[in-house]
């Protein structure tokens, strides 16, 4: 036992937990590091979302949830209080796929518009988008994650997620979802979606850090990530390596 960490307890950011949740990312942008920050906000800006008669639309990508959960909950609460709710449920979770069909079809009961996902793809994004109407205007509050909206496994992995009221990211988050609707001439700027736009960003930057070490500027690249089998990817890290970029990873 005294060679084991001490338990950490998490840090939740109070600040979050309240009735002003929208404005407080209005004023700035929040980046959560689970699990050391809690993710409750996250839970409670969707229960907040839910109820907020300001609140329009919500709308989500959902690759796993818990047995009993509260974003789930949450989502059709938002349905029954009237507001907008699109659900991308992906089907092909791997060891969740049943899972996520039952809860796809009571959400879609609760009266959300629920989508499970496109043929010879996963969309393994985590990201919501809430839209308010305020004072006549149109307000967006984003979240944008790496790890599943599932608040046991947010105890446990280590995943960033972004709380931000940022024009252009939401714009993008906009865009986002009307691509997962089937608009193929909605446009990203800052947010890169794969499988067409993530690998080609990718090789650009570390090209980018490679001619930097060859200019004798400083050049480093620190990649954290499940698994790396991208072979292109893993032949450019290995050329700016050579190059004299110092290349760290951090690898599941």
Known sequence: PELK??????????????????EKIDQRDYLLYHPYHS????????????TD??????????????????????????????????????SQARFDEENNL???????????EVHYGFPNLKCHSKITLIEREVEGEIKRTLHLGTGNYHDSTAKLYTDFGLLTADEQLGEDGAAFFEILRGNENATLKEIKKAPDMLQTTVLQ?????????????????IAKMNSMCDEPVMDALCAAGQAGVQVKLIVR
């Not at 960490?5 to 929208?22: H, N």
């Not at 796809?104 to 609760?110: F, I």
Request: proline fraction near 6%.
């Open 39 to 50: 993710f409750e906000p996250v839970v409670h800006l969707l229960e907040k979302a839910a």
């Open 205 to 221: 930057l570390i090209e980018r850090e490679k001619e930097n070490a060859e200019a004798g500027k400083p050049a480093s690249i």
């Open 102 to 112: 039952f809860w796809g079809e009571r959400l879609r009961r609760a009266g959300c």
């Open 53 to 90: 008669p300001s609140v329009k639309s919500v709308q989500q990508t959902l690759y796993r949830v818990s047995g009993n959960s509260p974003i789930v909950s949450a989502l059709a609460k938002a349905a029954a209080n009237g507001k907008k709710v699109f659900v991308l449920f992906e």
């Open 5 to 22: 960490y001490q338990p950490k307890p998490q840090k939740l950011y109070e600040e979050l937990m309240g009735d002003d949740i929208f």
